[in-house]
């Protein structure tokens, strides 16, 4: 398999994973409409989530920035990073995006912004310290693969559905609840045997949607990863500088001050350190795999 069809093939698994949201979606809204006879819950559900996810799109790079606290920084505050950023940005044919760093000691780094003309990269300081100057330059053609395939984009789509999900069951929840309280004799006596499975039906949804939406959102980020690794090293035409590179990043041990849950998945490689049993919820995949991956290119 090569670059292309490796790319390709995630890509098609991507949109077939986020397909199981809307068909997920469309059985939350059947039942919620169908108990309750009232369309429009769905409707306000949808409405109101698409209003809360479209204004955090637009705003998702400030905030993350601020979360994070990172810095811009101009050409000369670091001519050689600007350098690096440059010529890649233009073998890629990508606009040159901002650049910031952060004031961490933890060797990372992120992109964010909603499309290639409002990118922005991100690095930590202890990057810059503990990387040299081909790991640093595998780690930003990491970065500006995520820019070039429009992951962004992807995973902002990805984070609509999942508001989605969430708000749906919640208002599912409520409702019913609420709901039994509010049915007088005849009302239970119509819904008989159809009103009780599909309360069961609602509950097992309930339940489960969250956790099928976040590992969708998660299986999708890994996904990410092996392509914008796959495309990083087309970019720098040397594997072993990103394979070099996230070695380093994944045997530091320095913690993340500013360490979110909600931002983890954006870094190079994840800041929050899990587990072994609990690599089924992290946001990437196994380091080992991917520099497998990356060595066998």
Not at 74 to 88: A, F, G, H, S, T
Not at 207 to 225: D, F, G, H, N, T
Not at 238 to 257: C, F, H, R
């Amino acid at each position: 398999m090569t670059i292309y069809t490796h790319a390709e093939s995630n890509i098609r698994k991507t949109w077939f994973l986020i397909t199981l949201f809307f068909i997920l979606i469309i059985g939350i809204g059947w039942s919620l409409s169908y108990y309750f006879e009232s369309p429009m819950i769905l409707v306000y559900a949808v409405i109101f989530s698409l209003i809360i996810n479209i204004t955090s799109y637009w705003y998702s790079d400030k905030i993350i920035l601020a979360m994070t606290k990172a810095q811009p920084i101009k050409k000369q505050d670091n001519p050689e990073l600007y350098r690096i950023v440059e010529n890649l940005c233009i073998t890629a044919g990508l606009p040159v995006p901002r650049i910031y760093i952060l004031p961490e000691m933890q060797p990372n780094a992120f992109a964010t912004g909603r499309n290639k003309n409002h990118a922005v990269i991100a690095v930590t300081q202890g990057l810059l310290q503990k990387l040299d100057k081909v790991e640093l330059e595998g780690v930003i053609a990491h970065e500006l693969s995520h820019v070039g395939n429009k992951d962004m984009l992807l995973m902002t789509v990805v984070v609509v559905l999942v508001g989605l999900i969430s708000i749906v069951a919640d208002i599912f929840t409520r409702s019913m609840f609420f709901g039994s309280f509010r049915k007088n004799d005849n009302d239970r006596n119509e819904s008989g045997q159809l009103g009780a499975i599909l309360a069961i039906l609602g509950l097992v949804l309930i339940v489960l949607s969250p956790i099928i939406a976040s590992l969708i959102q998660l299986a999708i980020s890994r996904k990410r990863e092996f392509l914008a690794d796959a495309s990083g090293v087309l970019l720098t035409r040397y594997p072993e500088g990103l394979a070099s590179a996230l070695e380093k990043i994944s045997q530091d041990k320095t913690p993340l001050k500013q360490n979110f849950t909600a931002t983890a998945h954006l870094y190079i490689s994840n800041p929050i350190k899990k587990k072994d049993f609990l690599q089924i919820f992290a946001t990437h995949p196994p380091v080992e795999q991917r520099i497998k991956a990356i060595r066998e290119m």
